[in-house]
């Protein structure tokens, strides 16, 4: 069975912190994707990667970098936590273009 | 880039009820995916229709390439189908898809 695994559920977090959002797919999928989701703007996407150690920018990557050493991994890393970074941040992957995407169950971040 | 509204913004049924729930778009299209989000935030892939109709169980969708727009119906409906249905798209060669706002959908008993 399909299956996307993001390592922390629920994080609390200080302004200025660093953060890492991991992410792993066990499909051997080419593309993987961060979103993140906010009430009534619906999933954005901040950033994708195609292939080991390739990422585009999405729509909204201000704030954010990706990391991305394995096939199977896809880091999101927040380098100075700010109150508006405050979300929910979905991760997915998808074997190529036109492909079904997978998505994990979710991280929600809080910046206090 | 493109356009994608979804209607009608949040919509509330009895059990048992019918519904269609709508996509537009403002390109053409490669890919068009129908999405439900559970109240835990899990999002399930329902269809992926770029053209054409298919079915699954009690949901059914239909996208209408030339005319831009995708209809999801749920019948008989349940309890289990509330959330929040979105539906997704892209464009070109591009992976990545673009979502709508979604439809957030209650059924009550």
């Known amino acids: 069975d399909v299956k996307v695994t993001q390592s922390s559920r629920y994080l609390v977090k200080r302004t200025g912190e660093k953060v890492f959002l991991e992410c792993v797919q066990d499909?051997?999928?080419?593309?993987m994707f961060w979103y993140r989701q906010d009430p009534g703007l619906g999933l954005r996407l901040i950033y994708f990667?195609?292939?080991?150690?390739?990422?585009e920018k999405g729509d909204i990557p201000e704030g954010y970098s990706v990391s991305r050493e394995k096939k199977e991994r896809f880091s999101l890393i927040l380098e100075s936590a700010s109150t508006n970074q405050t979300s929910m941040y979905l991760c997915?992957?998808?074997?190529?273009?036109?492909?079904?995407?997978?998505f994990g169950e979710g991280s929600w971040l809080t910046v206090v | 880039g493109i356009q994608v509204e979804q209607s009608p913004p949040d919509l509330i049924l009895q059990e048992g009820a019918n519904s269609t729930l709508r996509c537009n778009f403002s390109?053409?299209?490669?890919?068009l995916q129908w999405f439900h989000q559970n109240p835990w935030g899990q999002l399930i892939n329902l269809f992926y229709?770029?053209?054409g109709t298919k079915q699954n169980g009690r949901l059914s969708a239909t996208t209408v390439a030339t005319e831009r727009y995708s209809l999801l119906y749920i019948s008989s409906s349940q309890t289990t189908d509330s959330g929040v249905y979105f539906c997704?798209?892209?464009?070109?060669?591009?992976?990545?898809?673009?979502f709508g706002t979604g439809t957030r959908l209650q059924v009550t008993l």
């Open positions: 997915a992957s998808s074997r190529g273009a036109g492909n079904t995407i997978y």
């Open positions: 499909m051997d999928h080419e593309n």
């Open positions: 990667s195609y292939d080991v150690k390739m990422k």
């Open positions: 390109d053409s299209v490669n890919n």
């Open positions: 229709i770029p053209s």
């Open positions: 997704a798209v892209n464009t070109g060669t591009a992976s990545k898809l673009t």
